[in-house]
């Protein structure tokens, strides 16, 4: 497997490995020593895996190193000193309010592109999933857990919001009273709630996680690739279209297919 187009330099300072190579891609946070801790460079990192990821690649799998998958935001880019040479955030409030948005919405891209519609993407969740950490696993598709994973929004402890665009699946996934009661408490949900309240796609013990999570890869190249591309589309605007306008989409995707499939099979 390979890191694509990625720099070696970019990937060592966000603390990530990155490989990819025939229809899956693997993205794993990769600083044991801070608990997977994340920094501006992880999510600038983040952004260039999605840039240069395959168009080969159907599932992407997101994890971590060790026992957990992230802690969060490195506390130390709260203080003056930064961390790993890396200024503090502090430094940011000289901006002027629309450069600091603008860099806010740049650090969001490297979590937005799990949702591209063509590919699936799958957090395997060990341990702590933390603010940035939670984010993550909330950006992918889908979220395989082992029994002694546990989220907690704690962005509201800094005095700040979760801005790495988890809010809207977590409304998605659990509903708003319990996305406020759990960001607005920044309570622990472990394993067995979350797979009760919607979080999880399945919860499986901790030396199974790897096997549990290959299986699903398996599972989900398996279909047409369009197919599933089309489908996921099909699921990610359901929400905001009425009944007509989405049977009139999944017309529309279905005549996509079959025209697709005619072309394949010389009919």
């Keep these: 497997m390979d890191s694509g187009a990625v720099s070696p330099d970019v990937l060592q300072a966000g603390g990530l490995r990155f490989e990819q190579g025939g229809l899956v891609a693997t993205v794993t946070l990769d600083r044991p020593a801070t608990r997977n801790a994340q920094t501006p460079a992880t999510w600038q990192a983040l952004r260039a895996v999605g840039a240069a990821l395959s168009r080969d690649v159907r599932v992407v799998v997101v994890t971590g190193t060790g026992d957990t998958f ?20 502090l430094r940011l409030l000289d901006l002027p309010d629309p450069e600091l948005a603008e860099t806010i919405a740049a650090w969001q891209e490297g979590f937005t592109w799990l949702r591209r519609p063509e590919i699936v993407s799958v957090a395997a969740v060990r341990g702590a999933a933390v603010g940035a950490g939670f984010q993550l696993a909330l950006a992918c598709d889908l979220r395989v857990l082992a029994d002694d994973a546990r989220f907690s929004m704690r962005e509201p402890m800094l005095g700040l919001v979760p801005d790495l665009t988890g809010t809207k699946p977590l409304v998605e996934l659990v ?39 290959a299986d699903l890869v398996a599972a989900l190249t398996a ?3 369009g197919a599933v591309t089309e489908t996921k589309a099909l699921l990610q605007g359901a929400d905001t279209l009425d009944l007509d306008a989405q049977r009139l989409a999944e017309r529309e995707a279905q005549v996509r297919r079959f025209r697709e499939l005619a072309a394949l099979t010389g009919g």
């Design 70 to 89: 992230s802690s969060g935001l490195d506390r130390r880019m709260l203080t003056g000193a930064g961390a790993d040479g890396q200024a503090s955030l």
């Design 175 to 213: 509903g708003y009273s319990r996305a406020l009661e759990i960001c607005a408490t920044t309570r622990w949900v472990p394993a067995d709630e979350a797979r009760e309240i919607g979080l999880a796609t399945a919860v499986v013990p901790s030396a199974e996680l790897d096997d549990a999570v």
């Design 223 to 225: 279909p047409i690739y």
